[in-house]
């Protein structure tokens, strides 16, 4: 019955992310991983300098002292749950919401959209959850680039987060001493945090942010090929499952990321756009692989419709896991 009990747990956790999302006045765990890895960063580069073999074993380093701490915070509140419930729950499930990004990625590029007839401020509001250069773009640049961040973040936000969440939830049910979803999530969160901080292809930070960029690959990895898997399902289109899903492992192939070109991919088989082409990032234009070239050039309903596939597959994978601990429940 601890697997069900933490599976109800992450599903209110999923309720307090879509109705509150996270207090503006709150500190957020993210925060706290960030100055860790700041510091870390530069402990980890004075001492190495700018040796290769060096910055790569300081950044695994700082990767691993990271991942450490958050795995034993969340483990610790998890403990403080099990015997404290009256403190421990309340924390538990603040912890796992702010793991969390589905209700604040909706809520993002829901502003974006609803200003789509005053470019400049649709522009400024975009500048807020892309990396690419915004200045310039037109309303078609707009909402490609709103559907390749609602299609790219839903895994890295919500869907990776909460699939650990409850892989966490079925070892409670083994074992209650056993890292659970605040554990796991909160790995995640930080391999996911080191990636977009330290994660870059440039200077330093090439050498210093592999360990983080490639932790954060491999958590995500199998998370974005059950969102392909399970996408078809939660679009009502079940028969278009094994098509859909080589199409976005084949058309999200060749994006530098093993991750956001078929999660990317996946989202424009679902609703039947075009995404991807040139992209400017500091005034440097960078070609991204053409997913599903056979689409037409997103509007605004495409958008809107990849936010309500994340909002029903969210429901269908937390159904599905229910059915799975209640039928474990009851062995």
């Given at each position: 019955?601890?697997?069900?009990?933490?599976?109800?747990?992450?599903?209110?956790?999923?309720?307090?992310?879509?109705?509150?999302?996270?207090?503006?006045?709150?500190?957020?765990?993210?925060?706290?991983?960030?100055?860790?890895?700041?510091?870390?960063?530069?402990?980890g580069?004075?001492?190495?300098?700018?040796?290769?073999?060096?910055?790569?074993?300081?950044?695994?380093?700082?990767?691993?002292?990271?991942?450490?701490?958050?795995?034993?915070?969340?483990w610790?509140?998890?403990?403080?749950?099990?015997?404290?419930?009256?403190?421990?729950?309340?924390?538990?499930?603040?912890g796992?919401?702010?793991?969390?990004?589905?209700?604040?990625?909706?809520?993002?590029?829901?502003?974006?959209?609803?200003?789509?007839?005053?470019?400049?401020?649709?522009?400024?509001?975009?500048?807020?959850?892309?990396?690419?250069?915004?200045?310039?773009?037109?309303?078609?640049?707009?909402?490609?680039?709103?559907?390749?961040?609602?299609?790219?973040?839903?895994?890295?936000?919500?869907?990776?987060?909460?699939?650990?969440?409850?892989?966490?939830?079925?070892?409670?049910g083994l074992?209650?001493?056993?890292?659970?979803?605040?554990?796991?999530?909160?790995?995640?969160?930080?391999?996911?945090?080191?990636?977009s901080?330290?994660?870059?292809?440039?200077?330093?930070?090439?050498?210093?942010?592999?360990?983080?960029?490639?932790?954060?690959?491999?958590?995500?990895?199998?998370?974005?090929?059950?969102?392909a898997?399970?996408?078809?399902?939660?679009?009502?289109?079940?028969?278009?499952?094994?098509?859909?899903?080589?199409?976005?492992?084949r058309?999200?192939?060749?994006?530098?990321?093993?991750?956001?070109?078929?999660?990317?991919?996946?989202?424009?088989?679902?609703?039947?756009?075009?995404?991807?082409?040139?992209?400017?990032?500091?005034?440097?234009?960078?070609?991204?692989?053409?997913?599903?070239?056979?689409?037409?050039?997103?509007?605004?309903?495409?958008?809107?419709?990849?936010?309500?596939?994340?909002?029903?597959?969210e429901?269908?994978?937390?159904?599905?896991?229910?059915?799975?601990?209640?039928?474990?429940?009851?062995?």
């Amino acid at each position: 019955m601890a697997g069900l009990l933490a599976w109800f747990f992450v599903v209110v956790a999923c309720l307090l992310d879509r109705w509150i999302g996270d207090p503006p006045a709150l500190p957020h765990p993210v925060q706290v991983l960030g100055l860790l890895i700041e510091a870390g960063r530069r402990a980890g580069e004075g001492w190495a300098g700018d040796r290769p073999a060096r910055l790569r074993l300081a950044g695994l380093a700082v990767a691993g002292a990271v991942v450490a701490v958050a795995g034993l915070a969340g483990w610790g509140v998890e403990q403080l749950a099990r015997h404290w419930p009256w403190l421990g729950v309340p924390l538990l499930l603040i912890g796992l919401a702010s793991a969390l990004a589905g209700g604040s990625l909706e809520r993002a590029v829901r502003a974006v959209l609803v200003r789509l007839d005053d470019p400049v401020a649709a522009r400024e509001r975009l500048a807020w959850i892309v990396g690419r250069d915004v200045e310039g773009l037109d309303r078609q640049g707009i909402l490609r680039a709103a559907a390749e961040t609602a299609s790219e973040n839903a895994v890295d936000g919500l869907f990776a987060p909460l699939f650990w969440m409850l892989v966490g939830a079925a070892l409670a049910g083994l074992t209650p001493s056993a890292p659970g979803p605040l554990c796991l999530a909160w790995i995640f969160k930080a391999a996911s945090t080191l990636d977009s901080m330290v994660g870059y292809r440039r200077g330093r930070l090439r050498w210093f942010g592999t360990a983080g960029a490639r932790l954060d690959d491999a958590l995500a990895w199998l998370p974005c090929r059950l969102v392909a898997l399970t996408l078809p399902l939660a679009a009502l289109r079940p028969r278009q499952l094994p098509a859909w899903f080589r199409a976005a492992l084949r058309d999200g192939r060749p994006d530098p990321s093993p991750n956001a070109g078929v999660s990317q991919a996946a989202y424009a088989h679902a609703v039947g756009v075009r995404l991807g082409g040139v992209n400017r990032y500091g005034g440097v234009e960078r070609a991204k692989p053409i997913l599903a070239a056979e689409g037409r050039a997103p509007l605004q309903e495409d958008v809107e419709r990849m936010l309500a596939l994340n909002t029903r597959l969210e429901i269908l994978w937390l159904v599905a896991a229910g059915s799975m601990a209640l039928a474990a429940g009851r062995q």
